[in-house]
Antibody, heavy 125, light 107 residues
């Protein structure tokens, strides 16, 4: 059973870079997209971006200028960097696997089927 | 960017009730829609994908329907453990988005 675990500093200073890692256990990181999602306290979910095991990425346009994702298949890990953080970046950060299912017509349907427990990141001096 | 609007934002219901949550997309997304349930302090849990396919292990009282721009999540008979917040998510484009959420509370 695949499990995900986020790790990284819980406190980041304004204007610095937030760095998180998600470790995949119980299965291979290969041949999937992997995503980061965040949720400010009391608010909804915000998709940050996704990365394929080849390193191909797609980011939320509203965060694109500050986001970098990477993958290390040898360690079964993928990572998130968010630069120039402000208090508005304070949130619970989740990593998730983007699962997929193919239809009889050859379409691929994606969904986030495995999630980490989340890690709280606070931006404060 | 594709925007998703859920309605209602808050829903008060009783155990045994049938409830429906709607998710509207700002442009057509075929059936590339998923539904999640989130309880306080927990990660979201996948309920339905491809608009109407029930994720393995999810009770059959949950069902999804719709395509294009309008989708619904229905819970046929509310159980105590169903009181939570529900989110729709589109996975049609290269930029996924979530709806703002529907909080389902006990009446």
């Amino acid at each position: 059973q695949v499990q995900l675990q986020e790790s990284g500093p819980g406190l980041v200073k304004p204007s610095e870079t937030l760095s998180l890692t998600c470790t995949v256990s119980g299965g291979s990181i290969s041949s999937y997209y992997w995503s980061w999602i965040r949720q400010p306290a009391g608010k909804g979910l915000e998709w940050i971006g996704r990365i394929y095991t080849s390193g191909s990425t797609n980011y939320n346009p509203s965060l694109k200028s500050r986001v970098t994702m990477s993958v290390d298949t040898s360690k079964n890990q993928f990572s998130l960097k968010l630069s120039s953080v402000t208090a508005a970046d304070t949130a619970v950060y989740y990593c998730a696997r983007v699962g997929y299912s193919s239809s009889s017509k050859g379409r691929y349907y994606y969904y986030m089927d495995v999630w980490g427990k989340g890690t709280t990141v606070t931006v404060s001096s | 960017d594709i925007q998703l609007t859920q309605s209602p934002s808050f829903l008060s219901a009783s155990v045994g009730d049938r409830v429906t949550i709607t998710c509207r997309a700002s442009q057509g997304i075929s059936s590339y829609l998923a539904w999640y349930q989130q309880k306080p302090g927990k990660a979201p849990k996948l309920l339905i994908y491809a608009a109407s396919t029930l994720q393995s292990g999810v009770p059959s009282r949950f069902s999804g329907s719709g395509s294009g721009t309008e989708f619904t999540l229905t819970i046929s008979s509310l159980q105590p453990e169903d009181f939570a917040t529900y989110y729709c998510q589109q996975l049609n484009s290269y930029s996924y988005t979530f709806g703002q959420g529907t909080k389902l509370e006990i009446k």
